[in-house]
């Protein structure tokens, strides 16, 4: 009975709004139909979220909590605008450098070859290439998809105990119902004719102020490396239309390696025009405790703390179109298997791309 009377009360409100600016059936209405719509629309939104305070603290205060309400109300959509600003420049970027881990989100079909030449100074240089490709199946509502390669990110300096056994080989992938914002899949697949492996992988986007939070956390288990676990966290802010600055945070673990492995890199992203892209990242890795069972090529244990201090930059550029590119990326490190002393490595890679563009 009570929910009747506010339902009239609302109607009869809405009535004296009508009669007071004008609006009436006839075509010659000050008000159009669309606005006096935005307006109702508007209203419901307002008096559905405030239901609660109207039976709590009275009609006479139906006024103030209206006002309460609109500006609550403003501010979410000015927060899921800034939401989207942010999240859609850090995804051009992504999709600009192809990061598989973006790819894999969008669920999208891509085969990418890549291949390339490492100059190590102190270490061996070496060439080196990569099939990545996701197929998505037909008839199965984009739940599943055919896997090849690794999607493992390999830009920067980063952890080798974190990607010792990460190699993908072949396989399935299902991606789980979106819950919110929550992105997951699950994938089962082989990397090697014994060592096959299951893997899950979940993602939530927060936006925190001017920055959006992304924590992506990661399980495997295969029969070779056991059980891994990672977590990726991710800090982007938006500068302008084409500068992002983004701080990531990674950790990792094994069963079969003492402690945790760590890595903390902050990145300048830019670009100059729309086939044109650069970057400059600093970098540290670093782990929990000391590997007393493991030896560097020139005797040393690897130690507890920071081993690896690295700067470097990215040049990215279009060829051809949208779908060949070549990659360019100087590092300077400081590791501890050369006692901290300049390392000069530079990756030279030819990018071969078709299928899903942002």
């Known amino acids: 009975m009570v929910l009747k009377l506010v339902l009239i009360c609302f109607v009869f409100r809405m009535a ?3 009669e007071d600016s004008g609006v009436n059936t006839d075509a010659t209405s000050s008000y159009d139909t669309d606005e006096v719509h935005d307006y109702l629309s508007r209203k419901v939104l307002i008096f559905s979220s405030n239901l609660d305070q109207i039976f709590s603290g009275g009609f006479e205060e139906d006024q103030n909590a209206s006002f309460n309400a609109e500006r609550r109300f403003s501010e979410q959509i000015d927060k899921q605008e800034k939401y989207l600003k942010i999240d859609q420049a850090a995804a051009w970027f992504d999709d600009f450098f192809k990061d598989e881990n973006y790819l894999d ?3 999208k079909s891509f085969v990418k070859v890549q291949g390339g030449y490492l100059y190590d100074k102190r270490g061996d240089s070496a060439l080196y290439n990569k099939i990545s490709a ?3 199946l037909p008839k199965t509502q984009e739940k599943l998809q055919i896997f090849i390669g690794d999607d493992a990110q390999e830009g920067g300096v980063v952890s080798k105990a974190r990607h010792a056994a990460t190699n993908e080989g072949i396989g399935i992938k299902y991606y789980l119902p979106l819950y919110g914002r929550l992105f997951s899949n699950a994938s089962i697949g082989l990397s090697g004719i014994d060592n096959p492996y299951v893997k899950t992988h979940l993602e939530y986007p927060i936006l925190m102020g001017r920055w959006l939070f992304k924590a992506n956390q990661n399980f495997k288990y295969s029969v070779e490396a056991e059980f891994d676990e990672w977590t990726d966290l991710y800090f982007d802010r938006k500068l302008s239309d084409k500068e992002l600055i983004r701080i990531l945070f990674q950790r990792s ?9 760590y890595l903390t890199q902050l990145s300048y992203m830019n670009m100059l025009n729309n086939g044109v892209g ?7 890795n670093g782990r929990t405790k000391d590997l007393s069972d493991t030896t560097y090529e020139n005797g040393l244990n690897p130690q507890e703390g920071v081993y690896n201090y690295s700067l470097g930059a990215v040049w990215r550029q279009q060829l051809v179109k949208e779908y060949l590119f070549y990659q360019i990326e100087p590092i300077l490190s400081y590791h501890e298997q050369y006692d901290y002393r300049p390392n000069y490595l530079l990756r030279f890679t030819i990018d071969l791309y078709f299928g899903y563009k942002q």
């Open 253 to 261: 673990t094994n069963n079969r390696i003492k402690g945790m492995d």
């Open 134 to 136: 996701r197929i998505k």
């Open 16 to 18: 004296l709004f009508a």
């Open 278 to 284: 650069y970057s400059y990242y600093v970098a540290a």
């Open 105 to 107: 989100i969008k669920n």
